[in-house]
């Protein structure tokens, strides 16, 4: 299956200031990749839909101007969290889909645990 | 994607078979069942998905009723890394572009 890194691993910020998350495809290239996000104890919530070359798709209750993404090239996407504040403390988790033969399967990164002081 | 149902926790002895079971009675007949798991603080990893015959690969095997209504996931020999939350997905096959719905998963324990 694919390997997908995630660069930080975990940052600790001021409220207020913005966190940029690194995600990359590592073997494959991937014209589609998801950003999800887990609370304590909880299941993991889908965000957005990153697209390589063009705006990311977000779901119902997500912020698009608070959770911005960026889809750069087709090994790279940015989730970058804007005026971070407390409650946006989370594990943050990238995604990319399989290739041919696997497109139903999704491999994930190693997540990046975000606390916002 | 079809709503699945399974138990909230399970335990297992190290050494035994763990069996997983899912419930997904409304599964479509152009979707599959897949299984993730997701050890503490890691992201989820793929474990194996299939559409109506069983399936077996060097993690797992699934085992789909024949009306395809329920499944259930076989680790043959449980080890203490596989203690995990234990998701399963039921989606179409093909639906790469689409992310995933997480239901809450099993909690599998593997007591030593």
């Known amino acids: 299956g694919a390997v997908v890194s995630q660069h930080p691993s975990r940052v600790i910020c001021k409220s207020g200031t913005s966190v940029k998350i690194e995600c990359r495809s590592l073997d494959f290239q991937a014209t589609t990749m998801f950003w999800y996000r887990q609370f304590p104890k909880q299941s993991l919530m889908l965000m957005a839909t990153?697209?390589?070359?063009?705006?990311?798709?977000?779901e119902q209750g997500v912020e698009k101007d608070k959770f911005l993404i960026n889809h750069a090239s087709l090994t790279l996407s940015t989730l970058t969290v804007t005026s971070a504040h407390p409650e946006d403390s989370s594990f943050y988790i990238c995604s990319v889909p399989g290739g041919q033969g696997l497109k139903g399967t999704q491999y994930f990164g190693p997540g990046t645990r975000l606390l916002v002081l | 994607d079809a709503k699945t149902t399974q138990p909230t926790s399970m335990d297992c002895a190290e050494g035994r078979a763990a069996n997983l079971p899912c419930n997904h009675s409304t599964i479509s007949g152009n979707e599959y069942v897949y299984w993730y798991r997701q050890i503490h603080s890691q992201g989820p990893q793929y474990i194996i998905h299939?559409?109506?015959n069983n399936e077996t690969n060097e993690m797992a095997s699934l085992i789909i009723t024949e009306d395809r209504k329920s499944s259930t996931l076989i680790l043959p020999h449980a080890t203490l890394r596989d203690t995990a939350v234990y998701y399963c997905?039921?989606?179409?096959?093909?639906?790469?572009?689409?992310?995933?719905?997480f239901g809450k998963g099993t909690h599998l324990i593997i007591q030593p």
């Open positions: 990153s697209n390589e070359g063009s705006k990311a798709t977000y």
């Open positions: 997905i039921v989606r179409v096959g093909g639906g790469g572009a689409d992310g995933l719905t």
């Open positions: 299939g559409l109506k």
